[in-house]
């Protein structure tokens, strides 16, 4: 199972990332998906989470109204549409996928299949 994440780069305060997290190996349609960071020094954290069809979301606190997950089961592909990025927002970006959970789960124990992390870094 491979979680290709891409998409990360260096923008400006305010400006937009798109990630992609392209998987192999697995039928994402069976999988709730998530995507986590980890900043420098700082514990890996939820950021946002979307069921196995796309119905429910889940964000954390610090990014609702800027960031939007989706999922294109068909492509095999999970997206982060990062809005209004803030210099807090740096970070390494993973994707991850759930087998066993159905819904939002939040812990990193409750996912089987982690990506190698895209770098998204908000600075002017």
């Known amino acids: 199972v491979q979680l290709q994440a891409s998409g990360g780069g260096l923008v400006q305060p305010g400006g937009s990332l798109r990630l992609s997290c392209l998987a192999s190996?697995?039928?994402?349609?069976?999988?709730?998906m998530a995507w986590f960071r980890q900043a420098p020094g700082k514990e890996r954290e939820f950021v946002a989470g979307?069921?196995?069809?796309?119905?429910?979301?889940a964000y954390a606190d610090s990014v609702k109204e800027r960031f939007t997950i989706s999922r294109d089961n068909a492509k095999n592909t999970v997206y982060l549409q990062m809005n209004n990025l803030k210099p807090e927002d740096t970070a390494l970006y993973y994707c991850?996928?759930?087998?066993?959970?159905?819904?939002?789960?939040?812990?990193?124990?409750?996912?089987?299949?982690w990506g190698q992390g895209t770098q998204v870094t908000v600075s002017s």
């Open positions: 991850a996928a759930s087998e066993v959970y159905a819904n939002v789960i939040t812990t990193l124990g409750g996912y089987g299949y």
């Open positions: 979307v069921s196995r069809r796309g119905g429910s979301t």
């Open positions: 190996g697995i039928t994402i349609s069976n999988a709730y």
